[in-house]
């Protein structure tokens, strides 16, 4: 029911536009285009710190994080390991998404759902990304991806 996927932004001068997904999506690769990622590496000026990563979330077919939503340099270690680790301890997380003043947020709502939410920390409070799942298949769906990736 969930389809978890991992993209990595090229090093660009260009900024892409927003308004269209087709031309920002060129702007990505996905972990399955495996001669890409080959040339990425390869380039002479790759630095593998300062890759910006999108995470990209849909649940039974509904997209709940696209590849136009806010991405983060180390995602997966930094930002979803560490929301898993937190929410299996005490039943709720909140850590930085990235390294801009946004936040991803877990919070228990009973024994199989949880609350999902991804919130600018600024005034205006700006929800990027909110949705109840099911606990179980969300983590072990979190969890797939970030050893695939």
């Not at 997966?76 to 390294?99: F, K, P, S």
């Amino acid at each position: 029911m969930f389809e978890i996927k991992t993209f990595l932004e090229k090093h660009s001068y260009e900024r892409p536009n927003l308004n269209s997904l087709e031309y920002t999506r060129a702007h990505y690769i996905g972990l399955e285009e495996l001669s890409k990622l080959k040339d990425y590496f390869a380039y002479r000026k790759f630095t593998p710190e300062y890759i910006q990563v999108h995470v990209t979330i849909q649940y039974k077919n509904k997209v709940l994080v696209g590849i136009d939503a806010v991405n983060g340099l180390d995602l997966w270690e930094q930002t979803y390991l560490d929301a898993i680790e937190q929410y299996v301890e005490m039943r709720n997380a909140e850590t930085m998404y990235g390294i801009d003043p946004v936040i991803l947020k877990l919070t228990a709502l009973d024994n199989n759902l949880l609350h999902f939410l991804i919130i600018d920390e600024w005034k205006t409070k700006h929800i990027h990304a909110e949705a109840v799942l099911p606990e179980k298949e969300f983590l072990e769906a979190l969890i797939t991806e970030a050893e695939h990736f």
